[in-house]
């Protein structure tokens, strides 16, 4: 009958048990506050559960790529770029540290190589710049 009813008056559904003389829902601030207590306690729950399995899973994982390395003689991903990273640390040391090596002749180190380079310039420029710079 209340089917009928609720069809028969269109949206006017929870309007429809009141008139038919249903009991009207009672809400209970402390009995909201107690469901999702317990709806937040199962989520809690559910979320661990799957941490669990997720953990377990990536144990598994671990073993089996373990076995691969022991089989195929590999290194675990971290100690490989551990391993890389001090490698390129004592290349940059070495750089650093290491003694220079000897310049070779014609370099511009020689003063004597400067002081023909300065006079070939100084032909060049005219006479009162000349005498400008060699003051």
Known sequence: MNFVMKAA???AGKDVGKMLGGEEEEKDPEAEKEKEEERQEALKQQEDERKDKYNKMEA???KVRQGIRDKYGLK???EAEAEAAAAMEQASE???TRPK???PSGCGDDGEEEESIMDTVMKYLPGPLQDMLKK
Do not use: I, Q, T
């Open 9 to 11: 008056m269109g949206g």
């Open 101 to 103: 090596k000897a310049v």
């Open 94 to 96: 070495g750089s650093l």
């Open 60 to 62: 598994e994982r671990e």
């Open 76 to 78: 675990k991903r971290e």
